[in-house]
């Protein structure tokens, strides 16, 4: 029997191209979890759970280019679990953690800081989908939402690294969340690894770096992270500065 000529054609396709959008599945499931353990009061395991959504992040999008598997589905399926993984898990994480003594105030910053961030998601997706004449910005404008939920989870750092000695306060907590909301959605210059180049003689010292780092996360996990949030806050702060006195020669 021959086959229907009117019958859409059948596109076969490598299962290896699946490999991405499974990998943004994960990341939101690990995101799904992290609440889960918040709720249940392990919250180090939420965190621990979120940075693995932020490690599946940068690895889906850069794995989709390597199989030429890119699509407009993909980049959807990345976008909506980006909203769960660094914009609603964050926020109930640590509304659970520290923000319960004071209800109202804490909900209100989980409902901006969730807001800042699908706007900044939203504006990361017009960006992407600019014509190929118009300029797109070489960095990123604005905290990226991976980095902004990693930030927002400082207060949990710094009390667990220092045996809740510097444990903030409801409030503080709060107007904490809001500033890194705000970050997020503001115009401000960010750190973007995307368009580093290095000498390849220099390949081993970044190695070994990076060997250096995975071990002190492992060791002391809570310091480590917040050294690292206050590296990247003044990095952030080096490149406004700069920024800045670039405007100011212009005019």
Request: aromatic letters at 10%; charged letters at 15%.
């Amino acid at each position: 029997m021959s086959e229907d000529p009117a019958a859409p054609l059948r596109r076969r396709m490598h299962i290896l191209h699946l490999l991405p959008n499974l990998i943004s599945i994960l990341a939101l499931c690990a995101g799904l979890t992290a609440i889960r353990m918040a709720v249940e009061g392990r919250f180090g395991w939420a965190v621990a759970l979120i940075g693995l959504a932020a490690a599946l992040d940068g690895i889906d999008g850069r794995l989709a280019r390597m199989l030429k598997s890119e699509s407009a589905i993909g980049a959807e399926l990345d976008s909506l679990c980006d909203l769960v993984n660094f914009g609603v898990t964050p926020a109930l994480v640590l509304y659970f953690w520290g923000m319960r003594a004071d209800t109202s105030l804490g909900w209100i910053a989980v409902l901006i800081y969730a807001v800042c961030c699908m706007l900044r998601l939203a504006r990361f997706n017009v960006g992407n989908r600019l014509p190929e004449g118009e300029d797109k910005p070489k960095g990123f404008v604005g905290v990226p939402s991976p980095a902004g939920a990693m930030l927002a989870l400082l207060p949990i750092y710094l009390a667990y690294g220092f045996d809740n000695a510097l444990r903030l306060p409801p409030w503080a907590v709060a107007i904490w969340m809001v500033f890194v909301g705000g970050l997020m959605i503001s115009r401000m210059p960010t750190p973007s690894f995307k368009g580093v180049r290095i000498y390849a003689e220099n390949a081993r010292f970044i190695l070994v770096g990076s060997v250096a780092l995975i071990a002190a996360l492992l060791t002391y996990p809570w310091v480590t992270l917040l050294l690292l949030d206050l590296v990247y806050l003044a990095a952030i702060l080096v490149l406004w500065r700069k920024s800045a006195r670039s405007l100011r020669s212009v005019v």
